[in-house]
């Protein structure tokens, strides 16, 4: 007997429907979502033994992004992959500077890098104009580079009340004054603030001069400064910070203009710091990155302490309407 019209269309509509659910998925036929990038730790650890410390190169190609992508490509290259474990990053610019710690989690994350502590400060400028960024690393080598420690120290500000002053001579005072406390054998590191960002070549030149051996970096502070400003940071190979690990915080920002906010800033600086295993007593350094003259006595009050405590002019930090930014180093107590 012929079959029906109506049950050959069915049968054949019947076919097509189960040749459709056996077929495979192509992969394009999937979504694919993309991983958000991982926040940084607020607090990294590393043996203090094995750290090495380098500055990326400046560049001037492409915006903030693609450049804060080069700077960590080149350090990772400059410490032979070495895994990072702080990184601080100054930036010039018109950049939003609160997106630098994800492009640098992506950047670190397509490396299989573990993300280390962040420190981000928007400055007035840097030693090449058009010049975004650049970061300077601490990073853990394979084998023990400082046998008998450490040593950081600040030069202390130099300033005067005409911000239109020439830097050179509060520059030379400044790493004059470092120089007395932190002598130039062993230097691994030099960065120096300056107010206004005249013959950053010649400045550069001055430091390598005076420390030979050493990384060098010139920060400009402010693109309008409140006054003529010079100091200057420097870790080496000493004997004055001996513990076995050092903890690395990035950034803490004080959200308002007040005590209260500059208190709490502190206290979640502290507890980052507790909570990583060291403590506000175990401080070796502080770093203050205030935006007014107001923030820089405010945070002078409030944070004494026996080790350094380097109060820095900043252009901006992460956040709209901060007073300031405070980041530390610490011995690790357990």
Not at 12 to 19: K, N, R, T
Not at 51 to 73: M, R
Not at 202 to 223: C, E, K
Request: aromatic share 4%; with cysteine.
């Amino acid at each position: 007997m012929p079959l029906n019209p109506r049950k050959i269309a069915f049968l054949a509509l019947l076919a097509l429907a189960s040749a459709a659910l056996g077929a495979k998925k192509k992969p394009e036929d999937f979504t694919q979502t993309l991983e958000l990038p991982k926040d940084p730790p607020f607090v990294a650890i590393g043996e203090t033994r094995k750290l090495v410390f380098h500055i990326s190169p400046l560049s001037t190609k492409g915006l903030l992004s693609i450049q804060t992508k080069d700077a960590v490509k080149a350090l990772l290259k400059l410490n032979g992959n070495a895994q990072i474990i702080h990184i601080r990053a100054f930036v010039a610019g018109n950049g939003d500077v609160r997106r630098v710690p994800q492009i640098i989690s992506e950047a670190l994350t397509e490396k299989h890098q573990q993300l280390p502590s962040i420190s981000v400060v928007r400055t007035g400028g840097l030693s090449l104009d058009n010049s975004q960024v650049v970061l300077e690393a601490v990073s853990v080598a394979k084998k023990d580079v400082n046998p008998t420690g450490l040593d950081f120290a600040d030069s202390g500000a130099v300033t005067a009340p005409d911000p239109n002053s020439s830097p050179k001579p509060l520059l030379d005072k400044a790493l004059d004054q470092l120089a007395a406390r932190a002598p130039a054998a062993g230097t691994l590191q030099v960065t120096c603030f300056v107010s206004t960002m005249t013959d950053s070549t010649g400045m550069l030149a001055a430091l390598s001069t005076r420390f030979p051996g050493a990384v060098t970096n010139v920060v400009m502070t402010q693109r309008g400064p409140f006054q003529a400003f010079a100091s200057c940071q420097s870790i080496r190979r000493g004997t004055r910070v001996t513990a076995a690990k050092l903890a690395f915080s990035g950034t803490r920002v004080a959200f308002g203009q007040q005590e209260k906010d500059a208190t709490l800033a502190f206290q979640r600086l502290d507890k980052d710091l507790t909570e990583a295993g060291a403590s506000p007593d175990s401080v070796v350094f502080t770093n203050i990155y205030p935006l007014s003259g107001a923030m820089a006595e405010l945070s002078r009050k409030l944070r004494t302490s026996p080790s350094p405590v380097a109060i820095t002019p900043a252009e901006g930090v992460a956040a709209v309407e901060a007073g300031f930014a405070v980041d530390a180093i610490a011995t690790v107590q357990r």
